[in-house]
C-alpha cells in the first residue's frame, strides 16, 4: 500500500501486510504514517504483491472534532474509473431542519500521466431558480493530481458562476464533469467524490457531521428500476429519496415512479411519487415516508423506483439523516435491470 500527496508524488516508503482468506487489517491516521503533515490530502493505491486471492480496499475519513465517519470507497481500473464525463449526484448550498446547513466539497482525481483541463457545470434541480455567468469552470489536473474544493458551489461563484447565495436561496443541482484531454485515452483512472456536510451544532466541540458518494458515469445508471433498501422513519432518523437522470439514450426527459414497500411484510405503504426529469436533473422526495402517505406504523421501508417513460438512465439513492445532528448516512441502489 504505497501513499501519495495530492500532487501525486509518493509519500513514505510502502506500506505492506499479509491477510489469510477473511483477514482484516487497518492502517490508522495513514496520511499522518506516511509523513504527510496535518491538513494534507492523499490518496493511496494498493496492489498484490503475493497469492492468487482476490481483495477489498475502502478508506474512513473521521472528522477530528465529532468523530463522524464517512466511507471512502476503492476503484479499481475500469468500470468508473473509465468514465470521462460523470455527474455528482447532488452538491448543496442549503439551510435545513434543525439548524443545518449543507454545503459539498469535491474532490477530483486525474490518475493518469497526462495533464487535463477538467470541466465543471452546475444544473440546478427543479424549482431551485436558475443560474447566470460563465456557464463552465475549468479546473486544470497535473498528471497524478488530486484537487479537493471545499465548498463546490462557492468556488463556482468565485470563478464567474452567478449562483445565488444559500442564504438568500437554497441552491441544490448536479454538477456534471469532464476530463476533457482524457476522453479518447483508456489506460488513465479518473475519480470525482463529493462529501455533503453540516456543521455540528455543538459549537463548543466543533466539527461537522456528513456523508461521502461517488460521482455516476454518464449514461451509467439504472434502466428500468431499482431497489433503495434500508430506509426508516421515526423519532431517531429521517430519510430522504433522490433521483437523478444520468443521461445515455436520447438525452430527452424521462418519467420515474417511486413506491414505498414495507421492510417487514413487504406490502406497499402509501401512494407512488412521480417525477419528470431532464438529462442532469435531481429531485428530493424530503421525508419521503410522509409525502408518500405511508402509515406511521410502517416504521422500516424500501423503496423501488422505475422508469415508466423515455429511455435514458437514472440513479436513485437514500439519505437517512439523525435528527439530533443532521448526519446523514447515504444509502446507494441497487439496480434491477436483467442487462
Known amino acids: 500500500m504505497q501513499v501519495y500527496s495530492e500532487s501525486g508524488a509518493p509519500a513514505g516508503s510502502p506500506l505492506v501486510r499479509t491477510l489469510a482468506p477473511g483477514e482484516w487489517t487497518q492502517w490508522n491516521g ?10 494534507s490530502y492523499g490518496y493511496a ?59 459539498t466539497e469535491v474532490t477530483l482525481v486525474n490518475d493518469g500521466t497526462v495533464a487535463t ?67 479518447g485515452i483508456d489506460a488513465p483512472s479518473t475519480v470525482v467524490l463529493a462529501r455533503t456536510t453540516t456543521p455540528n451544532t455543538d459549537a463548543a466541540i466543533g466539527g461537522a457531521f456528513g456523508l461521502f458518494y461517488p460521482a455516476v458515469a454518464k449514461g451509467g445508471g439504472a434502466r428500468t428500476s431499482a431497489l433503495v433498501p434500508g430506509l426508516s422513519q421515526d423519532d431517531a432518523v429521517r430519510s430522504n429519496l433522490a433521483v437523478v437522470n444520468t443521461g445515455g439514450g436520447s438525452e430527452l426527459p424521462i418519467t420515474l415512479e417511486a413506491r414505498l414497500y414495507d421492510a417487514d411484510t413487504g406490502a406497499a405503504a402509501g401512494s407512488p411519487l412521480t417525477a419528470s426529469l431532464a438529462v442532469g436533473d435531481w429531485v428530493q422526495w424530503s421525508r419521503v415516508h410522509a409525502l408518500a ?36 448516512s447515504f444509502q446507494s441502489m441497487i439496480a434491477s435491470d436483467p442487462y
Open 30 to 39: 495513514i496520511l499522518g504514517l506516511a509523513g504527510l503533515p496535518d491538513g
Open 45 to 103: 493505491r494498493i496492489r498484490r504483491t503475493a497469492g492468487v486471492g482476490a481483495f477489498a480496499a475502502y478508506g474512513v475519513v473521521n472528522d477530528a472534532k465529532t468523530s463522524d465517519g464517512s466511507y471512502l470507497p476503492a476503484f479499481r481500473p475500469g468500470g468508473l474509473a473509465a468514465a470521462r464525463t460523470v455527474i455528482v449526484p447532488v452538491v448543496l448550498d442549503v439551510y435545513g431542519e434543525a439548524g443545518s446547513h449543507y454545503t
Open 293 to 328: 402517505g405511508a402509515p406511521a406504523s410502517v416504521k422500516r421501508f424500501t423503496a423501488v423506483v422505475r422508469r415508466t417513460a423515455g429511455d435514458d438512465t437514472f440513479v436513485a439513492y437514500g439519505v437517512l439523516n439523525d435528527a439530533v445532528t443532521s448526519d446523514g
Open 117 to 183: 483541463p477538467v470541466d465543471l457545470v452546475y444544473r440546478p434541480a427543479p424549482g431551485f431558480g436558475e443560474i447566470g455567468g460563465v456557464p463552465v469552470v475549468t479546473v486544470v489536473l497535473a498528471a497524478r493530481q488530486q484537487v479537493t474544493i471545499p465548498d463546490v458551489l462557492s468556488y463556482l461563484r468565485s470563478h464567474g458562476m452567478q449562483i445565488p447565495d444559500g442564504s438568500t436561496a437554497a441552491q441544490a443541482g448536479t454538477l456534471t464533469v469532464t476530463f476533457r484531454y482524457l476522453t
